[in-house]
């Protein structure tokens, strides 16, 4: 394998994942996207780059109600 230059968000998983395993696209189409071409060298150049927003919260998962999220756009 190699490092690609590029961002891969958290929502470009499952479109990617179908992609590499030849599934069907599903009806609703995902926000993220499908970067299965670059991963299989299928196409050249770097990947597609777009912002990326990363959200958290103090106490992670374990937040309880009411405590909101940070989000962190790169």
Do not use: K, Y
């Amino acid at each position: 394998g190699e490092i690609q230059p590029g961002r891969f968000a958290q929502d470009d998983l499952m479109p990617s994942l179908a992609g590499l395993l030849d599934l069907p696209r599903p009806a609703t189409p995902p926000t993220g996207r499908d970067l299965a071409p670059w991963l299989l060298g299928e196409r050249a150049g770097p990947w597609p780059d777009r912002p990326v927003e990363v959200w958290s919260s103090p106490c992670g998962w374990q937040c309880p109600p009411g405590v909101p999220p940070r989000g962190i756009q790169r």
